[in-house]
């Protein structure tokens, strides 16, 4: 089987899929993609958006459904927990972000509120900072009334939670965002970052990393 992910290095859907893949140790090829909204890459995902997931030619996206077919396919290890409401505790926590945190502050939405209803970049960054204090908010709150306290978000083994979450935390951080409020959040992250499966799946291992400069952002 011959797998591709079109990705990019700070694609936080593609750093999930990337992380998944690394803790499955399933192989593939990293595909740069610089442009989404080009018609080469249309052609490849009708979509446009990132990533996209090629199997022996054929193409998928959606970072959950892509997910989803990893842990179907390659079951050992699991990115859910074993407990029926652990799991349903990490689907909600994970599809918090994917659906409520991620679309809100993404670079289209960004995008057109500077392009086309003329915001300048501090009315945008002020927008990303409202809806990521108040994401992040939730999601500490959420880890917060977990009936015990675990090392990951929902066992002692990362979940679709953790994978999730940490590209968001990837995110404030280059952005100059401040997270000494969200402690628990803080130790889950520290305890992902000593998995290799998380560190290879980081913007900074990626081909296509140009360096920490603010010019990128």
Same mark, same amino acid.
């Given at each position: 089987m011959t797998i591709k992910l079109y990705s990019r290095y700070r694609n936080s859907a593609g750093q999930r899929v990337r992380t998944t893949l690394n803790l499955k140790k399933v192989p593939y090829d990293y595909i740069a993609v610089e442009n989404m909204q080009s018609d080469d890459y249309?052609?490849?995902?009708? $979509? @446009?958006?990132?990533?996209?997931?090629?199997?022996? &030619?054929?193409?998928?996206?959606?970072?959950?459904?892509?997910?989803?077919?990893?842990?179907r396919t390659y079951p050992d290890p699991s990115v859910y927990p074993q407990d029926p409401k652990d799991r349903m505790d990490a689907i909600s926590f994970s599809q918090f972000i994917a659906c409520e945190i991620h679309p809100i502050h993404n670079h289209r939405v960004r995008d057109y509120l500077t392009d086309e209803e003329g915001w300048s970049e501090d009315k945008s960054m002020g927008w990303y900072s409202h809806w990521i204090t108040?994401?992040?908010?939730?999601?500490?709150?959420?880890?917060? $009334? @977990?009936?015990?306290?675990?090392?990951?978000?929902? &066992?002692?083994s990362p979940s679709v939670a953790d994978i999730y979450l940490v590209p968001v935390l990837f995110n404030a951080r280059w952005y100059g965002f401040a997270l000494d409020k969200f402690p628990l959040i803080l130790g889950i992250d520290a305890a992902c970052a000593e998995l290799e499966a998380f560190r290879l799946a980081g913007p900074e291992r990626q081909p296509d990393y140009p360096g920490p400069n603010p010019e990128h952002r």
């Open positions: 249309q052609r490849v995902n009708p $979509q @446009r958006l990132l990533p996209a997931l090629e199997i022996d &030619g054929r193409v998928f996206s959606q970072s959950t459904a892509i997910i989803d077919w990893l842990e108040a994401g992040l908010t939730t999601l500490e709150t959420m880890l917060r $009334q @977990r009936p015990r306290k675990t090392t990951f978000c929902y &066992g002692e």
